[in-house]
Nanobody
């Protein structure tokens, strides 16, 4: 099993910033796993946000967050971060940390999902 411990959600105003973090642990976690974020809202359903590869040197972003969000990874701590800048009301969602093989993560079928953390952006 893989445990994903998320933190950092909250309520902010449009234009503000937030940083989410997620630490991975457990006997099934592989250092070769990518880590990333999805989000889910009633209006848009589940969306891919960003993914970073096992080494932390390659990233992919959804077009909707490109230029505003930055994903990074501490490879020693197996922790992934999502720096969210210039937040918009449409970024309001539950954000889920995920991990797994890179192609599976991008396809929306990662090995493991976190519990989710709420991000609310008011106008």
């Amino acid at each position: 099993q893989v445990q994903l411990a998320e933190s950092g959600g909250g309520m902010v105003r449009a234009g503000d910033s937030l940083i989410l973090s997620c630490a991975a642990s457990g006997p099934s976690f592989m250092e070769s796993f990518a880590m990333g974020w999805f989000r889910q809202s009633p209006a848009k359903g589940r969306e891919f946000v960003a993914v970073i590869n096992y080494s932390g040197l390659s990233e992919i972003y959804a077009d909707s967050v490109k230029g505003r969000f930055t994903i990074s990874k501490d490879v020693v701590k197996n922790t992934v971060y999502l720096q969210m800048n210039s937040l918009r009301p449409e970024d309001t969602a539950v954000y889920y940390c995920v991990t797994g093989h890179g192609p599976d993560v991008v396809a929306g079928t990662p090995h493991s999902w976190g519990q989710g953390t709420q991000v609310t952006v008011s106008s």
